[in-house]
């Protein structure tokens, strides 16, 4: 039997931005944080930037009517285009960076990568999210808190 979802999953997801943060701050400069990190960052929290993507955004336009979600289109659009670039750096440059386990490999790269998405997390935390908690009925937070169960295991 599984267990029900988080009543939560706006906190969900800052909780997880949160410690996508705190493993960001942590492991740069520190090459034994380096796996953990990459492990994280390919792991849970590509899961829960997909669930924003593809439930969370999508729900919060349906949400708005008229200029409003066209706003909101503009705002998400914006995000996931940025997270599209922060992917594909982290594919090209970063995680193989990680992976050489050098610091001289790693250096400005990934520096510059973490300070991109942590600004990425920002915007999302701080724009998003509030007017997510805000916006979306019962319903859509329900099938987003089941989406949000899947980062509980691991996914």
Do not use: N
Request: proline content about 6%.
């Amino acid at each position: 039997m599984s267990t029900p979802p988080p009543p939560d999953p706006i906190g969900r997801l800052h909780a997880v931005h949160a410690e996508t943060r705190r493993r960001l701050q942590g492991a740069l400069g520190r090459a034994a944080h380096w796996p953990a990190l990459a492990a994280w960052i390919d792991g849970p929290a590509r899961a829960a930037h997909d669930i924003l993507e593809q439930r969370l955004f999508p729900a919060l336009i349906e949400s708005m009517a008229g200029s409003d979600a066209v706003c909101l289109k503009a705002m998400t659009g914006g995000l996931v285009r940025d997270r599209a670039d922060l992917d594909r750096r982290w594919r090209q440059t970063a995680r193989p960076a990680l992976d050489g386990v050098t610091v001289a490999a790693v250096g400005v790269d990934l520096a510059t990568w973490a300070d991109d998405y942590l600004a990425w997390l920002a915007r999302a935390d701080g724009e998003l999210l509030p007017m997510a908690a805000r916006l979306l009925d019962d319903a859509a937070l329900d099938a987003l808190a089941v989406d949000c169960a899947r980062l509980d295991d691991g996914a």
